[in-house]
């Protein structure tokens, strides 16, 4: 038998800050001007939502792939992983994983993202 939650553990954690988990001012600050206004209206309603349910699961929802796309953005691959993604759903899995020239180390990739 497992024991009940204790409601006060959370069931997911928000990061923030750092090369990887951009804060919500450095997503405005950083996002490109024809999507801000779309991450503001998402982020607005997840704060509406967190303040009124006194639950984070949704604030974290939003956060998390807008986070992501900034990293691209910041990295310049942005359109390159959305074009992968399209390629793959039209069912070309020759996009899935790039060949090994194109790879790069997992530490040249944490490096240019920390720069």
């Not at 954690?13 to 990887?20: E, K, N, S, V």
């Not at 600050?29 to 639950?55: M, N, S």
Request: net charge negative; aromatic share 6%; proline share 7%.
């Amino acid at each position: 038998m497992t024991a009940p939650r204790d409601p006060r553990e959370p069931d997911v954690t928000i990061h923030t800050g750092g090369a990887l988990w951009p804060t919500p001012g450095q997503l405005r600050a950083e996002l490109p001007a024809e999507v801000r206004q779309e991450f503001e209206d998402e982020y607005g309603r997840a704060l509406d939502h967190a303040r009124d349910a006194g639950d984070l699961a949704r604030l974290a929802d939003v956060l998390i792939p807008w986070q992501r796309r900034l990293v691209h953005h910041r990295n310049g691959d942005y359109e390159a992983v959305l074009e992968r993604a399209r390629r793959i759903r039209e069912g070309d899995l020759s996009a899935v994983v790039p060949a090994q020239s194109e790879r790069c180390s997992r530490a040249d990739w944490f490096s240019r993202v920390e720069q």
